[in-house]
């Protein structure tokens, strides 16, 4: 069963990842959105599902998961100067 669940949620980051690189961050917000239930302190889910956030809705909708991100290591600059517009 673990296996199985496991495996679910790497085709779902692959199809989130997709629609990620495709700029198509409509479909790829649904997708992390599933992906950060899972997993809350993912960093990479929450810097992606910021910059869906970012592209789609209100801007400041995604301060929270940028400034969730901005404190660990190894963080995107384009988080950092995307937090500087919100």
């Known amino acids: 069963m673990y296996l199985a669940f496991g495996q679910n949620l790497n085709a779902l980051k692959k199809e989130a990842d ?3 690189q495709k700029q198509n961050y409509t479909e790829a917000k649904e997708r992390y959105l599933k992906l950060i239930a899972v997993d809350q302190k993912n960093v990479e889910f929450n810097y992606k599902y910021g910059v869906c956030l970012f592209e789609t809705e209100n801007k400041l909708k995604s301060k929270k998961y940028f400034e969730f991100i901005l404190n660990k290591t190894n ?8 937090n500087k517009l919100n």
């Open 75 to 82: 963080v995107p600059v384009k988080a950092h100067l995307r």
């Open 18 to 20: 997709g629609f990620f």
